[in-house]
T-cell receptor, first 113, second 111 residues
């Protein structure tokens, strides 16, 4: 049981490049979400999913796309990277609609130059 | 979701109880209080949650006032490893991932 696995752990992109941040969980959790955390700030919700095939926007969705084709995976796509997207990205999942809390991954540290 | 107010920082002596307050005066009847912490830029870690009754688990205790407008997270015997940012979040459990994190309280446990 690996929990929530995020890859890569570190990434440097050039402005305008696209990439996909991977998130996978092996706990059969229905609910998954993506957050970003900028230096000295709390986490902000980007997108979330209540199950395979269902996604919705959070606080800061612009510039990001998500899809949920399987229960296990919830990738986050940066369409055209901008320096303002330099951040640490966390993926989280929960089994029971968040009743017993969310399990977070260890994060992806992204720098856009 | 109701908003929360937490002090930006607190200190605690190692071995003593750490009491972290949270104000959520606009909480609705079915909203729960959740606490998470984040140690040194790791992913946040779930600690505890409650609706109206006091709760205790192996990590901490949660005291919610009778009017539910505020709560206190208690770490009974703080250690240096408890140094972290602590987030108080009010949410409907069915809000399906829409946890809104604020600035949290930075707890510094000192030897």
């Amino acid at each position: 049981n690996a929990g929530v696995t995020q890859t890569p752990k570190f990434q440097v992109l050039k402005t305008g490049q696209s990439m996909t941040l991977q998130c996978a969980q092996d706990m059969n959790h229905e609910y998954m979400s993506w957050y970003r955390q900028d230096p000295g700030m709390g986490l902000r919700l980007i997108h979330y999913s209540v199950g395979a095939g269902i996604t919705d926007q959070g606080e800061v969705p612009n510039g990001y796309n998500v899809s949920r084709s399987t229960t296990e995976d919830f990738p986050l796509r940066l369409l055209s990277a901008a320096p303002s997207q330099t951040s640490v990205y966390f993926c989280a999942s929960s089994y029971s609609r968040g009743w017993d809390g969310y399990t977070f991954g260890s994060g992806t540290r992204l720098t856009v130059v | 979701d109701a908003k929360t107010t937490q002090p930006p920082s607190m200190d605690c002596a190692e071995g003593r109880a750490a009491n972290l307050p949270c104000n959520h005066s606009t909480i609705s009847g079915n909203e729960y209080v959740y606490w998470y912490r984040q140690i040194h830029s790791q992913g946040p870690q779930y600690i505890i949650h409650g609706l109206k009754n006091n709760e205790t688990n192996e990590m901490a205790s949660l005291i919610i006032t009778e009017d539910r407008k505020s709560s206190t997270l208690i770490l009974p015997h703080a250690t240096l490893r408890d140094t972290a940012v602590y987030y108080c979040i009010v949410s409907y459990p069915s809000n399906t991932g829409k946890l809104i994190f604020g600035q949290g309280t930075t707890l510094q446990v000192k030897p």
